[in-house]
């Protein structure tokens, strides 16, 4: 296995976060995942950088301003500090989809930017989401897409994913079970086929 920046990547709503329909507009409506603080800490604590890749279209329609998605952000990083772990940088789209922008998931502009950011290939870097878009920009920047069924599809039967998931997209309970896999094994690169 060739050097490589110890990275992991992040969705935010869904994965760390309690995903509503209804956007997170301040960080009263900001609710940690169970165990979604302590498992980036571990990561931390593992040696890898974790960086956040998350679609915020709320901003382009006027749901809440920048103020308040730092407000959010910032009331994030200091619950997340109290557990020991940290977020190197967040990465965001503010646009709709009808800006038709290169940042907004499924395209991959946000991890194209964070590999800028590093210097650095996202080549066999794992992405973790829990949507479909999440998956498909995963794919598309070349990281190893991980769903966790804790968001939008917490339905999803993990053995059977749906055709149009990329073919190699592992799947976790959360996020704690994707680091508990990823702590476990941190070698392995290849998913089990389908």
Sequence with gaps: MHAHLK????????????????????????????????????LNHAGFHVVLATNQSGLGRGLFDMAALNAVHAHMLKTL???????????????????????????PGLLHQIAERYGHSLSGVPYVGDSLRDMLAAQAAGCVPHLVLSGRHAMIDS??????FPSHTWVHADLVAFVDHLLADPITVEPHSR
């Design 7 to 42: 990275l992991v990547i992040l969705d935010r709503d869904g994965t760390i976060n309690r995903a509503s329909d209804e956007f997170v507009k301040s960080p009263e409506e900001w609710h940690p995942l169970p165990g979604a603080l302590e498992a980036i800490s571990r």
């Design 81 to 107: 500090g109290a557990f020991g772990g940290r977020i190197d940088a967040i990465f965001y789209c503010p646009h709709t989809a009808e800006e038709a922008c290169s940042c907004r998931k499924p395209a």
């Design 159 to 164: 053995a059977r994913l749906p055709p149009e």
